[in-house]
T-cell receptor, first 113, second 110 residues
Framework: DAGVTQSPTHLIKTRGQQVTLRCSPK?????VSWYQQALGQGPQFIFQ???????QRGNFPDRFSGHQFPNYSSELNVNALLLGDSALYLC????????????FGPGTRLTVL | DAKTTQPTSMDCAEGRAANLPCNHS???????VYWYRQIHSQGPQYIIH???NNETNEMASLIITEDRKSSTLILPHATLRDTAVYYC???????????FGAGTTVTVRA
């Protein structure tokens, strides 16, 4: 049973560019959350998708957007990249029914030059 | 606005129990206590959660005080592979996000 998978593993972009990160949830999970983790800090919640809709959003600008597909996989898009967007981007999946524990993927390391 | 307070770091000896404290004095009645850990360069891993009763699973035990203002995560027999950052998180059941603080860096020494 595959857990949460993310692609790519690493990514290097330059300021002003756009990036798309991908996530496949754990089997049986229908909810996907995205987090940003800067170096030396805890993960910060970006948003959560359920039934292809953004259900809750953290304190991130509109440059951060997402999408969820009918198969529950998800994409995170970041436009007009800034140096400060360099971070580990984590995807977590969960099942709507149950205690709500979230299972995290290994993350995508984004470096903005 | 952090809802939990944890020590910055702690050491423990391999094979001994590790007791990780967490203060959550402003916890509400509908909020659960969750524990996650993050081993270097990996995604966070769920450990355990509880509301008011003590909980135990194959990884750890969670002891919540009667007034629910603090809790302790217990790793019964720490191994070198338990070296990680441990996060204590307070979360309402209908709140979809996990709010991570700085956590406690636990180093298990041989």
């Amino acid at each position: 049973d595959a857990g949460v998978t993310q692609s790519p593993t690493h990514l290097i972009k330059t300021r002003g560019q756009q990036v798309t990160l991908r996530c496949s949830p754990k089997s049986g999970h229908d909810t996907v959350s995205w987090y940003q983790q800067a170096l030396g800090q805890g993960p910060q919640f970006i948003f959560q998708y359920y039934e292809e809709e953004e259900r809750q959003r953290g304190n991130f600008p509109d440059r951060f957007s997402g999408h969820q597909f009918p198969n529950y996989s998800s994409e995170l898009n970041v436009n007009a990249l800034l140096l400060g967007d360099s971070a580990l981007y984590l995807c977590a999946s969960s099942a709507t029914q149950g205690p709500g524990e979230q299972f995290f993927g290994p993350g995508t390391r984004l470096t903005v030059l | 606005d952090a809802k939990t307070t944890q020590p910055t770091s702690m050491d423990c000896a391999e094979g001994r129990a590790a007791n990780l404290p967490c203060n959550h004095s402003t916890i509400s009645g509908n909020e659960y206590v969750y524990w996650y850990r993050q081993i270097h360069s990996q995604g966070p891993q769920y450990i355990i959660h509880g509301l008011k009763n003590n909980e135990t699973n194959e990884m750890a035990s969670l002891i919540i005080t009667e007034d629910r203002k603090s809790s302790t995560l217990i790793l019964p027999h720490a191994t070198l592979r338990d070296t990680a950052v441990y996060y204590c998180i307070v979360r309402a059941y209908n709140d979809y996000k996990l709010s991570f603080g700085a956590g406690t860096t636990v180093t298990v020494r041989a």
